[in-house]
C-alpha cells in the first residue's frame, strides 16, 4: 500500500481528490438515500486513478453524513451481514461509475483536496492509503460480493477541518471496493 496524502485545495476537477463537486452534471441526479436523503461526496477519483481501464471515466463516492443525527450503523461494515444489509437498503453509500459530466455540487461541500500517491507504508497501515492490503480497522474477513477488489481507504483525519467527522469519528476509516469489470463499487466504514 502507498500513502495517500490530502494536498492544498484543489481546483481542478478533473484531479483526484475528496470533497468539492461532482462530475455527475446532465448525466445522473444527485445520489440520495432510499428514504431521499442527500448523500455527502466523499471523493471524486478517474478511474485510471483506481486502475481501472476501458470503461467509465470517473469514479464518484457518496455517503450518508449528518452533523446532528448519529449515522455511525448506517454506514459501518464490520462483518456483520445485518451490517451489510442496512448499506445496501438503505443506500447510504454509493459507489457511482460515470463518464464526465459537468460539475454539481451538493446542499454542503467538503473543501476539495487532491490526493496525491507517496511513499510505501509499513502494514498494517490505518491512514489514508490506495493499493493493498487494506488496513482494517476491525475484522479482516468480510464477506463482499463476488469480482469486489480493494481499491483504497480515507482516514476521516485527513479531512479538512470540520469535516473530520465525515464517516462518524475523526478516527474512522473508509474503504472503497470496486469491480471494474462490471463497474460496480462498494463503499462502508469502520470504528475502533
Not at 448525466?27 to 485510471?48: C, D, H, M, R, Y
Not at 451481514?81 to 461541500?109: L, N, S, Y
Not at 479482516?140 to 476521516?156: C, H, P, T, V
Amino acid at each position: 500500500m502507498k500513502r495517500l496524502l490530502a494536498d492544498a485545495e484543489c481546483h481542478d476537477a478533473l484531479e483526484p481528490r475528496i470533497g468539492g463537486g461532482a462530475l455527475i452534471g446532465g448525466l445522473i441526479n444527485w445520489p440520495t438515500t432510499s428514504s431521499g436523503e442527500e448523500l455527502q461526496l466523499v471523493a471524486s477519483l478517474p478511474a485510471k486513478f483506481l486502475g481501472v481501464e476501458g470503461g467509465a471515466e470517473y469514479v464518484s463516492v457518496f455517503s450518508f453524513y449528518s452533523r446532528d443525527d448519529y449515522f455511525l450503523d448506517r454506514i459501518t461494515y464490520h462483518g456483520d451481514p445485518e451490517e451489510m444489509e442496512i448499506i445496501k437498503r438503505g443506500g447510504a453509500t454509493q459507489v457511482v461509475f460515470h463518464e464526465k459530466g459537468g460539475e454539481v455540487f451538493g446542499r454542503d461541500v467538503i473543501p476539495a483536496r487532491r490526493l496525491i500517491v507517496g511513499d510505501d507504508v509499513a502494514q498494517p497501515y490505518q491512514g489514508s492509503g490506495i493499493g493493498v492490503p487494506p488496513g482494517f480497522l476491525q475484522n479482516e474477513n468480510l464477506a463482499l460480493d463476488k469480482g469486489l477488489e480493494f481499491s483504497l481507504q480515507l482516514y476521516s483525519g485527513d479531512f479538512p477541518a470540520n469535516w473530520t467527522d465525515i464517516f462518524g469519528l475523526s478516527d474512522a476509516l473508509g474503504y472503497l471496493f470496486i469491480d471494474g469489470k462490471r463497474s460496480e463499487g462498494l463503499f462502508f466504514a469502520q470504528v475502533t
